[in-house]
């Protein structure tokens, strides 16, 4: 992967991993104090009762309490997920719109066309971007086409499409005859990250 693309998305893994224990600290709060609650309902409930029906209700009082508290963590672990896809995508589109220059979105589009390039090892090349882009890199396919040759060694004919896509960003690459296609869009890019990231969260959630 890229230099620019490596770090725009080590730093989404940083924040997630960051939202995670955040929004988990304090659903773990929450389910401490359901269970504690609990406690104290059951020891209330040994003052009015039979010793032999004490420890029956007990188990019953607490046992409910844990399965509350088990189902905000579950909960909230698709609020997590949710809340971090959201606020990637989000960070994403500012990217590409020029609104968050943190990361270089015109050495991210380069990038992604070099690696769509050099997967599908064609001599020409159809590029089609969303119709914002298009405006915005319809003076650069040239550029592109000299880096091209500099990274693959040989030359690579770019032809931008009139078509366009509805993404937030990135290209779709199609060989001349079309029987090859590279999705290589900005949220393309951000599900395949997200599937890694759930494993991660899962591990935070469940262990941390």
Excluded: C, W
């Amino acid at each position: 992967m890229s230099k620019e693309m490596e770090l725009m998305l080590a730093e989404i893994r940083r924040r997630a991993e960051e939202e995670a224990k955040k929004i988990l600290s304090k659903a773990k709060k929450e389910a401490e104090e359901i269970i504690a609650r609990a406690e104290e309902e059951a020891k209330r409930a040994q003052m009015t009762v039979v010793k032999p029906e004490v420890s029956i209700i007990r188990k019953r009082v607490t046992g409910a309490a844990s399965l509350r508290a088990r189902e905000i963590i579950m909960r909230t672990r698709e609020e997590i997920f949710s809340k971090i896809f959201e606020a990637a995508k989000e960070r994403l589109s500012k990217i590409a719109r020029g609104e968050d220059q943190s990361h270089d979105y015109r050495e991210i589009m380069m990038e992604l066309v070099e690696e769509a390039a050099r997967k599908m090892n064609e001599k020409e090349l159809i590029v089609v971007m969303n119709e914002r882009d298009r405006k915005a890199f319809k003076g650069k396919i040239r550029e592109m086409e000299r880096r091209l040759k500099k990274s693959l060694g040989y030359d690579v004919k770019l032809r931008l499409s009139d078509e366009t896509h509805d993404d937030i960003g990135g290209v779709i690459i199609y060989n001349v005859d079309k029987t090859k296609t590279f999705y290589n869009t900005l949220s393309g890019r951000l599900l395949k990250l997200h599937e890694r990231l759930r494993y991660k969260l899962n591990k935070i959630l469940f262990e941390g």
